[in-house]
């Protein structure tokens, strides 16, 4: 059996998602699927329900994983839900169950999922010029102890293409 | 889209699994699978991989939710892997994961899940006479002030079709 | 500078507390502050409160590890709050917080931190006949794998001197 | 009971820690119990240990909240180990067990920490030129969103006075 690659998608929740970053995700989602790839999320509102409706929309399959107890919190185009019951510290699990990042704007949330991820040394790349708390950090390093940058990219395509570059053995 | 549901198999890791745990949990993993259900498992040794390994051999989707950071603990038979990095609490995250729980076995760590599953409210089905540490509550109260039975069960088909009826609408 | 033991105490929240469990419970946070230990509960109702309660009464010094996110949920006698957020997963924090555990009756969510301790081996002393969850592995094994026993006690005094003893190096 | 004041301070572990930034942790750590408060800190090297040992040097009362499961990881200084053995998402558990929160430069753990209390909306206040990740909004805004800023200081002592006042009913 092959695994599949899980790639995560991050970004802002309904508050603060403006329908650029919509857009930019449900593309993003399309290519994560058509690369035959997972599609992992938060599971919630804005870029979470943008990517993986592009994902399902080219029948990829997508899992959310929630802050809450309660798998229906999930939105409706998550084909696994992983409810958590341990609040906003989930972030820490979107970052552990990926393969590689992709950012899409964001907030504190998402620069709490990127440290995550960075941490634990996951390839990232960010879209530019979104207007998001991870904005001083794109282009280089989020700590200047370590030698990972996060990568920028354009357009969904480019930031997907980017991520399996670095994922490629 | 209608959501599959996401049945939680639990049991004793490699270490203390006696050959008919596993293969009652591979029983149970194929029936899974040919409900169209969702396997969940923890994603390690003993009636987890055979769980996964079953419902694999019959065209199921499986998801290991690990204790470890690294996503390569897990067995091979797992389709998605969610590492959890928070050690044996990730007992909690199975048990919030599932719709519906079948035991098979299992000492501290499935009871633990167990206790997990019951305090969430969890259906549970556990295969009778396996000399496990769930044992005292089978066909009976986990907790005397709690209304909610832990349904025994002779045979994984036994177990799979209860299960799916205590969570038929 | 020497390390104070830290002693967890484990039972019912308000809903199935009988009284006797309070005053049990009392009894043995005022045991634990006179022996020079920290006490650590889960900072809710029932039996945490009347052990923080106790443990206070006889100027000792009190930790809770609560499930919500809000410090203003722990009982009143708790010196030190750990607002957790992440629910009934908490119980292993618990767990792990502790040098060694005393059980006072309890339910499904006494069962679950019981397992919790078992599995990282903390020595456990449980006070016998309380009608609990507990009971099936009073003076005997959690799980037949390991060799560690869940030692009965009678009293809250016998209780605390008997997990000294077993903590004393 | 009057409940103490908790205040975390944060930022670099032994790798990456200047000598100065310890020098500052150590009068803070100082600062805090002098005002009466627990000093909480994530109980590891580095930033960690100075504050702690800053505070017990000030008879302070100390926690450290560390990634592992056994206590014994926690430095000298933390007269409590809450050991949580669920790895670096334990930053969550900092962050909600603060009152207010100090930032004595650091890495992307650090920012990690902050995001997790800015979420749950803590007041913070971070030394300014440690060449920390959380630079970018020191006088600034994490997340543009939100209303809430981390408000800069200069020196051990201004840093614990502008807390205090933030925390001052």
């Known amino acids: 059996m092959v695994k599949k690659r899980q790639i995560l998608v991050i970004g802002n929740n309904t508050k603060g998602c403006l329908p650029n970053h919509e857009k930019i995700a449900y593309e993003v989602g399309v290519e994560i699927a058509k690369s035959g790839s997972v599609l992992i999320c938060g599971g919630l509102g804005g870029v979470m329900t943008a990517a993986a409706h592009g994902a399902k929309d080219a029948n990829g399959l997508t899992v959310g994983i929630i802050p809450q107890n309660d798998p229906s919190e999930a939105?409706?185009?998550c084909d696994i839900v992983i409810p958590t019951g341990m609040g906003l510290a989930?972030?820490?699990l979107?970052?552990?169950s990926a393969?590689?990042?992709i950012i899409v704007g964001g907030g504190s949330g998402t620069l709490?999922?990127?440290c995550a991820a960075y941490m634990h040394k996951k390839p990232m790349v960010a879209i530019r010029n979104l207007n998001?708390?991870?904005d001083p950090y794109i282009d280089g390093y989020l700590d200047h102890r370590e030698n990972i940058k996060i990568v920028g990219a354009d357009t969904p395509q480019e930031a997907v293409q980017k991520i399996l570059e670095l994922l490629s053995p």
Chains 1, 2, 3, 4 share one sequence.
Request: aromatic share 12%; charged share 30%.
């Open 132 to 134: 998001s708390s991870v």
């Open 75 to 77: 939105n409706e185009f």
């Open 112 to 114: 709490s999922e990127t």
């Open 94 to 96: 979107n970052a552990l």
């Open 90 to 92: 989930r972030d820490f």
């Open 99 to 101: 393969d590689g990042v």
